[in-house]
């Protein structure tokens, strides 16, 4: 092949590692853990075989969801430095190739999880997808500094999804499941906003920080981590939870409340002065807030069964 | 004609995917052939659904 052919044809010739990257496999982690957890926390059990089936159709179907992201926003995440590495915007991945792939694992993977577990389930996979791709990417993101307040619905989907999968029916629990990483999105992403930058102004990104000011958001920050709150300790007393959620409930949100406390009464010349020190902490603590608290429910469940 | 050549980092590029794609094809096909087993062996309707028996599909006279 002469070489000018062999570097135009590279530009979009992918390794399966840029596939892969295109399905946005942190966020899918998270979604198939709380998933998880919503599966076997569930006062009904699967066959093993069709746990593990749902759980991959449903990482599937975040993965599809990521790459129709990818594929809608790839003229804003190739400004953003956050962003400009992605398969996409970086030129690894074609845009229609990126949208091929979300359509098709979006439609696999929704089929693949009625047949697998029931169509309750699928019909809630589905939704999930679209409200993701067309509510929050096409919708939202471009419009309103509520945009990840009510996009943030998309990420709360899966433990429903995973409970569903078990029980075949929606419950209080699986509600206030949604409700806990609902509440929890806004000052995870938050957080991030405030130490990103210019990042999102930009890419002309209207997230609280550019429409409203840092300022407000660091006390959208607080008043969003004090009404997590009630939502954790609700969960923690009710049939999901137990003495390690109970636990858990309160010294994460005591944790998690001092570091909301202290971005909001943080000056943005003393956080320049630090590197933004308190808002990275605080998003890397918001991390280990729901891996912990879904971590506690799977904990206590296990502690049912044993006893 | 400069002869055999080594194999251009495209070559790989390709490879990798190919694997990878055959892989998850073959996970795909893993999977589906062991739902079938698990939902056959427990007696499922062939074809029910959201694990549901429909009345329409009970045997007669049984």
């Known amino acids: 092949m002469p070489d000018l052919a062999i570097s135009a044809a590279q530009e979009h010739e992918p390794t399966f590692g840029d596939y892969v990257a295109l399905l946005k496999p942190r966020v899918m982690s998270l979604v198939v ?16 075989i069709e746990a593990v089936a749902a759980m991959l159709f449903i990482a599937l179907g975040a993965g599809a969801a990521g790459a129709l992201n990818m594929w809608y926003d790839a003229d804003i995440d190739s400004i953003m430095r956050r962003t400009m590495n992605r398969p996409v915007p970086s030129g690894r991945v074609a845009p229609d190739e990126a949208l091929a792939i979300g359509i098709g694992l979006s439609g696999l993977s929704v089929v693949m999880l009625g047949l697998a577990t029931n169509m309750l389930a699928a019909s809630l996979l589905a939704i999930t997808i679209l409200f993701y791709v067309a509510i929050y990417t096409i919708w939202l993101k471009r419009r309103t500094p509520q945009n990840i307040v009510i996009g ?38 938050w957080a ?35 009404l997590l709150v009630p939502v954790s300790l609700w969960l923690a007393l009710g049939p999901v939870g137990g003495p390690v959620s109970l636990a858990a409930a309160v010294v994460l949100n005591l944790m998690f409340i001092r570091g909301a406390v202290r971005i909001c009464m943080r000056a943005e010349s003393v956080a320049q002065g630090d590197g933004y020190a308190a808002e990275k902490a605080f998003f890397r603590a918001s991390l280990f807030y729901l891996f912990l608290h879904f971590g506690a429910f799977l904990a206590d469940a296990v502690v049912r069964q044993a006893s | 004609m400069s002869g055999i050549r080594a194999t251009h980092e495209l070559h790989a590029r390709r490879f990798s995917r190919n694997l990878g794609v055959a892989v998850a094809l ?28 429909r009345p329409g599909m009970e045997v007669s006279g049984s």
């Open chain 1, 33 to 48: 853990f709380t998933a998880l957890v919503g599966l076997l926390v569930a006062p009904a059990s699967l066959h093993a």
């Open chain 1, 192 to 226: 991030l906003a405030l130490f990103m930058r210019s990042d999102y102004e930009d890419a002309g990104v209207p997230m609280l920080t550019v429409t409203h000011g840092r300022p407000a958001a660091r006390r959208h920050i607080l008043a969003y981590t004090l």
């Open chain 2, 26 to 53: 073959a996970v795909f096909v893993a999977v589906v052939f062991a739902l079938t087993v698990v939902k056959m062996k427990r007696g499922d309707p062939l074809q029910g659904f959201d694990h549901v028996v």
């Open chain 1, 152 to 189: 943030g619905a998309a990420g709360a989907f899966p433990p429903v999804i995973g409970w569903v999968a078990a029980t075949g029916s929606v419950s209080l629990e699986a509600c206030l499941m949604f409700a806990l990483i609902f509440m929890w999105t806004p000052p995870h992403f």
